[in-house]
């Protein structure tokens, strides 16, 4: 939300029209603030010969307003349009959201539409990759996805799952050779990824710890063994709560980094304890309150926060300040350079 903010456009130019890519404006905002990056993402490479690419449907424009751009894909068919049962929200200052168009007034099978045109075209593949290292330069590193932690995702998967878990299993054995079909596409490129992220926003919100074991921890302990065995890091990201993920992932895979480590009420997660347990075996990154400090803090509120989470995890290495999941469109730029400046000033390792 940041970098989009940053630019001063409306947050459709970036993910619908392309104008810049989100991944140029996070680069963009990184030199800005002027903080070490860890791209884990942004940049969505794929690839053809994996069949990554959707060929078949298209997206359509069925509402447009001053505030807004609503869009739902189709695809052709025997000359009929076969509509998605979900519809994208373009707002002017806000991500987009998928919603089942009845939640927001509008017929399952639109009355018009327009097809989106004007989208900015870029290079895929290794070559958008090479694009977006070029870009970032001294200034981080470019992650690429390849894994996931969690096959649920919401009410309805959790109802199928508990109705009947074998089509998860099933998936997860399907994702699994995808996952790997797909590493072994980055570490045959010229030009590789810094490092591998996976994750899922929330894996033991909509998964219990036991969900999780059968369906995301396989991939994930398959996954972070081919980075082991190549060299290249990897990174979980989950928000919510994660101090067992932290656990598992320590204890049970060759994970090298995990974040954000939320604190309460989001997440539960003790950045000293986890330290202190685990800061031996993994790179914590985190865990500044996104809300209270770095929204609503004051600068002052933001150094102490990053001070204390300096001393609670930096000592002997293995910990990246960071802020807890992602920092709301209207944080102040004075508390995001605050963090960055008190890692500098305070953060030293002697």
């Given amino acids: 939300m940041i970098p989009a903010r940053v630019t001063g456009k409306p947050f459709w130019q970036f993910y ?12 963009d905002c990184v030199k800005y603030f002027g903080f070490d ?49 979900t519809v994208t929200v373009y707002a002017i200052a806000n991500p987009p959201a998928v919603v089942s168009p009845h939640k927001i007034g509008l017929p399952l099978i639109p009355d ?13 593949g290794e070559q ?13 590193l470019v992650g690429v996805e390849c894994g996931t932690t969690m096959l649920l995702h919401n009410e309805q998967d959790i109802m199928d799952y508990y109705d009947d878990p074998g089509p998860f299993i099933e998936k997860r054995d399907i994702l699994l050779d995808g996952y790997v079909k797909r590493f072994e596409k980055l570490m045959s490129l010229d030009c590789k990824p810094d490092f591998i992220a996976m994750g899922g926003s929330g894996t033991l919100v909509t998964q219990t710890p ?10 994930t302990k398959k996954m972070t063994a081919l980075c082991k065995s190549h060299g290249i890091p990897s990174q979980v990201h989950s928000c919510g709560p994660e101090a067992l993920l932290v656990k598992i992932m320590a204890e049970e895979t060759d994970l090298t980094l995990i974040d ?18 685990y800061g031996d075996k993994i790179v914590l990154k985190g865990n500044l309150h996104t809300t209270s400090v770095m929204l609503r803090g004051s600068v002052r509120d933001v150094e102490a926060a990053s001070r204390q989470a300096i001393d609670d995890a930096a000592e002997g290495g293995r910990f ?12 102040p730029d004075e508390n995001i350079f605050a963090m960055i400046e008190t890692a500098r000033s305070y953060g030293r390792y002697m």
């Avoid at 942004?42 to 807004?68: A, N, Q, T, V």
């Avoid at 018009?112 to 895929?124: D, L, M, N, Q």
């Avoid at 036991?210 to 991939?219: E, M, Q, S, V, W």
């Fill in 320 to 331: 990246i300040l960071s802020t807890g999941d992602q920092c709301g469109r209207d944080t």
């Fill in 128 to 140: 958008l990759l090479v694009m977006a290292k070029n870009e970032m330069g001294n200034h981080g």
């Fill in 112 to 124: 018009t539409w327009e097809k989106v045109e004007g989208i900015c075209e870029y290079p895929h």
């Fill in 37 to 85: 990056s860890l791209m884990d993402g942004y940049c969505r490479i794929l690839f053809d010969e994996l069949g990554e690419f959707d060929y078949e449907s298209e997206e359509y424009i069925i509402l447009k307003r001053p505030d807004r751009i609503i869009t739902q894909c189709a695809r052709k068919a025997g000359g009929k349009m076969y509509w998605d049962e």
């Fill in 260 to 277: 954000p480590l939320e604190v309460p009420p989001m997440g539960d997660c003790d950045l000293a304890k986890l330290k202190r347990l």
């Fill in 210 to 219: 036991d969900i999780f074991k059968l369906l995301g921890l396989p991939i």
């Fill in 16 to 27: 619908l029209y392309n104008d810049p890519p989100i991944w140029k404006a996070y680069i």
